[in-house]
């Protein structure tokens, strides 16, 4: 089993930057992805962009340009650097990993983008 803590959420006006952070620990075998979804009242939980085990990541179109993820393989943690904040980016953001085909999830934390 593989536990998620995340940590970082939080209210922030429009323009503005927060770091969402999410360390993995337990019995991690070899961690095919990292990375974060969110999910907004009334939508669908839709990925937000991770990493692969080879380094290579994917973004949603939505956030690209804007989000950062990094991954430290030796801590085992993956952050989300999120700048140019807007309202639509409103959501529970959920952190995921994939280990051996094992999928885990965090327990969300709330990011709020308002005036």
């Known amino acids: 089993q593989v536990q998620l803590v995340e940590s970082g959420g939080g209210l922030v006006q429009p323009g503005g930057s927060l770091r969402l952070s999410c360390a993995a620990s337990?019995?991690?075998?070899?961690?095919?992805?990292m990375g974060w979804y969110r999910q907004a009242p009334g939508k669908e939980r839709e990925l937000v962009g991770g990493i692969i085990s080879g380094g290579i990541t994917k973004y949603a179109d939505s956030v690209k340009g804007r989000f950062t993820i990094s991954r430290d393989n030796v801590k085992n943690t993956v952050s989300l650097q999120m700048n140019s904040l807007k309202p639509e980016d409103t959501a529970v953001y959920y952190c995921n990993v994939v280990d051996l085909g094992s999928i885990y999830w965090g327990q969300g934390t709330q990011v709020t983008v308002s005036s």
């Open positions: 337990g019995q991690i075998f070899s961690i095919d992805f």
